[in-house]
């Protein structure tokens, strides 16, 4: 029996999980940081909580005897991928990357492509009057000084009580989303620019798609440097790396 770590929090991730469960001689435990309250449970064991580093993460794996690492989580969770490269290097075990591929911009997208959230709040100020927010709760306090922009802000989980929040309104929502959501949204809310991560993928890639067939600007945050390593863009690439490793170790 061999045992996979799978670093999780993505769509991608959780239906690894379900698929690995179904192959004789692969056990996985999927690992989730914890941020989401209330998150999506995939099947197999599951952990829920930090490492403490690359020292921890190393540690972990020597004890829960890990064969194999993959590292699916969201594009723009950098620190653990690079725990994650320096942990399986010093323990011996073999890594992938499980990266969906970014969204591309196409004919009538009126991108503006910013490398940082930071960068995306000095864009949209003196810009924007009604923005559609879509980074995620712990990026809200670089735009809560735009106190001129009315914000849709949504986000699985609510802010704490203590949390710097731009002025306007709340959603919490998990997707996929349908294109005709994220349009009637657009509307209702007359918003004028969207703010987006570039997370890839087809759960929230609809806003893109509305934000094109409505001519609204979309500040896009580009992702962040990932660590070198084997990388594949799905979960049948994922699962093909690990069946190579089951059947060559």
């Known amino acids: 029996m061999m045992r996979v770590l799978i670093l999780g929090g ?3 991730a959780a239906e690894l999980a379900a698929r690995v469960a179904t192959i004789q001689g692969l056990e996985a435990i999927t690992s989730l940081a914890g941020r989401t309250r209330k998150p999506s449970v995939p099947l197999g064991d599951l952990r ?35 725990n994650a490269a320096d942990a399986a ?3 011996g075990v073999p890594r992938l990357m499980l990266i969906r591929p970014p969204w591309e911009k196409v004919s009538g997208d009126r991108w503006i492509e910013v490398d ?34 009315w914000f849709l802000m949504r986000m699985i989980d609510p802010p704490t009580d203590d949390a710097l929040v731009p002025p306007g309104m709340i959603l919490c929502d998990r997707g996929p989303f349908t ?31 509305a934000a094109r067939e409505l001519n609204l600007k979309v500040v896009m945050v580009n992702r962040p440097a990932i660590p070198p390593g084997e990388q594949v863009t799905d979960v ?10 089951l059947h060559n170790c």
């Open 10 to 12: 993505t769509g991608d």
């Open 48 to 82: 829920v909580g930090g490492f403490g580093g690359v020292a921890g993460l190393a540690s972990y794996m020597r004890v829960m005897q890990i064969d194999l690492l993959i590292d699916a989580t969201h594009p723009f969770a950098t620190q653990i991928s690079f």
């Open 89 to 91: 290097t010093e323990v």
């Open 116 to 149: 940082s959230v930071e960068a995306a709040a000095a864009s949209v100020a003196n810009q924007a009057q009604q923005v559609f927010l879509t980074v995620g709760r712990q990026e809200l306090a670089a735009f809560a000084h735009l106190e001129k922009i």
């Open 179 to 209: 294109l005709n959501n994220e349009r009637q949204i657009l509307i209702h809310n007359n918003i004028d620019t969207i703010v987006s991560k570039n997370s890839g993928g087809d759960a929230t890639n609809p806003k893109i798609i």
């Open 236 to 245: 049948d690439g994922a699962l093909a790396w690990l069946f190579d490793k």
